[in-house]
């Protein structure tokens, strides 16, 4: 592999996402946990975790529409450092626990989450090419997801008893705090992709070198480009492919929920598991960031493959790994598990601890399948418009996110993992049809017609 500036770009963003997500991932696996400890302490405090979660995704969702304005005065890393301090602020916030201010931090930090996402899409985009995509979204993500074994790996040996005290929360939060500034400081560093080597531009001149021609009074203002970025994203919303694929997008949502704030807390309140459920909260977050960083790096050193064979029979590998998953987990845990201490039992009894890991693992590995083509098919079809599409990427994601979190509240375990399948396999066949709709019109365009152009100016395939 050669060490080139857009690889070492590439290798920064991944790294500063680790650090920052380090936090924030551990935060959101054990939040449902932490606030319920709290709250036993405080009985004026009253924030719930799924709330709070709820709230994130319902900001991060809205605000995705303004992401691609945004960036569009700014640039990418801009939007990438700013949705860091929205991290910073959510994180610190937990130090001192107020209801108000949890909620109004869940706030901030949707519309940072909008910016962050946004603007990694958009950087990873512009470096890399038509062949290095799929290897740099494994890379990535493999990288990334290695932030669940790293935080969770720490909150194992800090939740050891059946109860979590104050001190060792706050230590918890404080070194969480600290991880995302590292992370954050980083990002900083992150440097401007070279030119006419992005992907989409590699043939031609790229968009850069293209506005350096155009003269200065020429050139659109920075509300007009703003106006001009949000317009695309309606319009790239409503093409056929994009409403296909949406189908992807939303079951990605869910399944992020369910691996990131219901599964883990479901096995620390099910008191069958054993005296320390507690300390497998932790435990099931790291087996989650294995499964996740197993198939990112997999993936990443097969991309050279999915160029020949396609992407979607990673997929269909992520949606057999997940019914297993799902199955084990409707076995092993009870149906009430996902809201408070319980001492009910699922079809298994005693429920398994190492069972309950195997699917913590599956999870992971699963969602690195389905997230790892996601990005790379939206990065090949959507090279000039990059930032809206993983701008819409990430709505419809949150969106699922957050109705998943509020009915999470409500439904039952088993009902939960019913909507999974269902969701699992609309997602799938979505998927299928999009990339083979994409190859068949790879195979029978012009090498000058960019496919993704096709589907945005006429709305056709």
């Known amino acids: 592999m050669i060490f080139e500036k857009r690889f ?3 290798m920064v963003l991944s790294w500063g996402f680790m650090l920052v997500f380090t936090a924030f991932q551990t935060m959101g696996n054990i939040e449902k946990t932490v606030l319920e400890s709290i709250s036993q302490d405080d009985p004026s405090f009253s924030g719930d975790g799924y709330t709070s979660l709820a709230i994130i995704y319902a900001v991060f969702a809205t605000c995705n529409w303004l992401a691609p304005s945004y960036i569009s005065m700014t640039g990418p890393r801009t939007a990438i450092l700013t949705g860091c301090c929205c ?7 937990f130090l001192w626990p107020h209801t108000v201010l949890l909620y109004v931090a869940s706030a901030v930090l949707g519309i940072g989450a909008a910016l962050i996402w946004t603007g990694h899409g958009q950087y990873l985009t512009e470096n890399s090419d038509s062949e290095t995509m799929s290897r740099n979204a494994g890379i990535f993500w493999a990288i990334f997801q290695s932030s669940l074994f790293i935080g969770n790996l720490f909150v194992y040996f800090m939740f050891t008893g059946p109860t979590i005290k104050a001190s060792t929360r706050n230590l918890v939060f404080w070194v969480l705090t600290v991880l995302s500034t590292i992370g954050t400081a980083l990002l900083a560093t992150l440097r401007k992709a070279p030119r006419k080597l992005a992907l989409g531009e590699a043939e031609g001149v790229s968009s850069a070198d293209k506005e350096l021609q155009i003269p200065e009074p020429m050139r ?23 409403l296909l694929f949406a189908l992807t997008f939303l079951y990605t949502g869910v399944v992020l929920t369910f691996a990131s704030g219901v599964y883990s807390p479901s096995i620390g309140f099910t008191k069958a598991i054993g005296k320390n459920s507690k300390s497998l909260v932790g435990l099931s977050g790291i087996c989650i960031g294995i499964g996740e960083v197993v198939g990112g790096a997999l993936f990443g050193i097969l991309a050279s493959k999915t160029g020949k064979y396609g992407r979607y029979p990673i997929v269909l590998i992520g949606f057999i790994v997940h019914t297993f998953a799902f199955v084990t987990i409707y076995l092993n845990l009870p149906n009430d598990a996902p809201f408070q201490d319980t001492d009910n039992v699922g079809y298994i009894n005693p429920p398994s601890a190492a069972l309950a890991m195997v699917g913590s693992t599956a999870l992971g590995f699963g969602d690195a399948c389905f997230n790892t083509q996601v990005y790379s098919l939206l990065g090949i079809l959507y090279s000039t418009d990059s930032a809206p599409a993983f701008a819409l990427f990430k709505f419809c994601q949150s969106v699922a996110a957050a109705l998943s979190f509020l009915y999470s509240s409500h439904l039952g375990l088993h009902t939960q993992l019913c909507i999974l399948m269902i969701a699992m396999f609309m997602g799938t066949v979505a998927f299928c049809l999009v990339e083979y709709r994409y190859r068949k019109s790879s195979n029978t365009d012009s090498p000058e017609v960019d496919p993704a152009l096709v589907d945005v100016n006429s709305g056709e395939e």
Do not use: C, Q
Not at 87 to 93: D, N, P, Q
């Open 87 to 93: 991290y910073i602020f959510f994180i610190g916030s």
């Open 220 to 242: 659109e203002r920075p509300l007009s480009a703003a106006w001009h970025a949000l317009r695309d994203a309606f319009k790239l919303f409503f093409t056929r492919r994009m």
């Open 8 to 10: 070492l770009n590439v």
